[in-house]
C-alpha cells in the first residue's frame, strides 16, 4: 500500500510540473500578442 501511495504522488508531482510548462507558454502567447498588437496601432 506504501507504494501506491508513492506512485500516486509521483504522478501528482509530475502532473503539477507539466501544468507549470504548460501556464508559461500560454502565458508567454499572450505576452506576444498582446506586443504585436501594440506595435499594430502605434
Same mark, same amino acid.
Given at each position: 500500500? #506504501? #507504494? ?6 509521483? +504522478?501528482? *508531482?509530475?502532473? *503539477? +510540473? !507539466?501544468?507549470?510548462?504548460? @501556464?508559461?507558454? *500560454?502565458? &508567454?502567447? @499572450?505576452? &506576444? !500578442?498582446g506586443?504585436? +498588437?501594440?506595435d @499594430?496601432?502605434?
Amino acid at each position: 500500500m #506504501k #507504494k501506491l501511495w508513492q506512485a500516486v504522488a509521483i +504522478l501528482a *508531482v509530475a502532473m *503539477v +510540473l !507539466a501544468s507549470c510548462n504548460t @501556464i508559461q507558454g *500560454v502565458g &508567454r502567447d @499572450i505576452t &506576444r !500578442a498582446g506586443e504585436f +498588437l501594440e506595435d @499594430i496601432t502605434s
